[in-house]
Each structure stands twice: as C-alpha cells, then as structure tokens.
C-alpha cells in the first residue's frame, strides 16, 4: 500500500509517498520533498504550481490514499484561510485521481507518532526518523537542513498507515 502523507501549506507544502507491503516491518519512504512557491507569484499561480506538483507525483508513485493534515485555528486568519485553500487544492486532485482521503488532526499525529497528544515538534521528528526507513536518496532531507514540513508529511502518512491497520 502506498499514501501519499501532505503537511498542508501554500509556501512550504510537505509531501511524502511512503510504503508498506505484507510482511514489512517498517514503513518505506519512497519520496519526500518540503515543495516551495515564491512569495513573488500570485497566489493563484502558487495554487496551480502545487496541483501540478502533487498531479506529478501522483503519476510517478501511484499512491492509493491522500493523508492529509486538517486545520487549526490561529490568530492570523488570512493565513489560515490561504492554507484551506492550499489544502483544496491537494484534495481535489488527489479526489480526482480516485484516492481515498484520509484527514488527521495534530493531536492524533502526535498520538500516534510519539505516544501522546502533547508531544512537542522535536520528540514527533525524533520518532518519525525511528519509526521508518528513510532512503535519503528518495528525499530531500540529505545534504542540508532537514525541513519540518518533509518531515511533518512523513508524519502524517505514518499516522494513515496506523489508523487504517496497514
């Protein structure tokens, strides 16, 4: 089985495919990337450049389930409101290319990454690198400093494989 893990997001988008076959001990990390749209483009523009890239990615991985993280509120709405639609826009072509979605909370990713719903950003990006096989060829995470985003999406696909017994 193979879910492709999104860390929403409209200037930074996480995106993971990671993967688990009978008899793996592991989950597999097939692909990972912290996707990134210029602040100097329109916003519609940034909206397209991240359909086209998760339309690319689903082509070259062929993932059967979108995880995806949902929202929380902040004080900056425009913020917010800009990243639901960010969040659209990795929904709709993932619906369109007849993937199941799976949606999860912070709390649950943090439940199932690092044993309890209060876990801080480090102890959940401690876990993540524990709890799979990372081919740092296959990601983005080699030769410089990691991104939270990459790894918050390998996070949230995690999350996926655990709630749905994969």
Do not use: W
């Not at 988008?13 to 009978?22: D, F, M, P, T």
């Not at 969040?87 to 044993?115: D, H, L």
């Amino acid at each position: 089985m193979r879910i492709l893990g999104i860390d929403p997001g409209f200037e930074r988008l996480g995106i993971a495919v990671l993967e688990k076959n009978r008899g793996d001990k592991k989950e597999k990390v097939l692909f990972s990337e912290c996707f990134k749209t210029s602040s100097k483009l329109e916003f519609s523009e940034r909206l397209s450049l991240i359909g086209e890239e998760i339309k690319k990615i689903i082509k070259k991985y062929k993932p059967e389930i979108l995880s995806i993280e949902t929202l929380f509120l902040t004080t900056n709405q425009k913020t917010v409101m800009r990243v639901a639609e960010a969040r659209g826009v990795a929904v709709y072509e993932c619906s369109g290319a007849s993937m199941k979605i799976f949606e999860v909370s912070p709390p649950q990713i943090k439940m199932t990454i690092a044993g309890h719903g209060k876990a801080d950003k480090k102890q959940v990006m401690k876990m993540v690198k524990m709890l799979v096989n990372i081919d740092n060829s296959k990601t983005c995470l080699t030769g410089r400093q990691e991104s939270d985003d990459e790894l918050d999406a390998i996070a949230i696909a995690l999350t996926a494989f655990a709630y749905l017994k994969v």
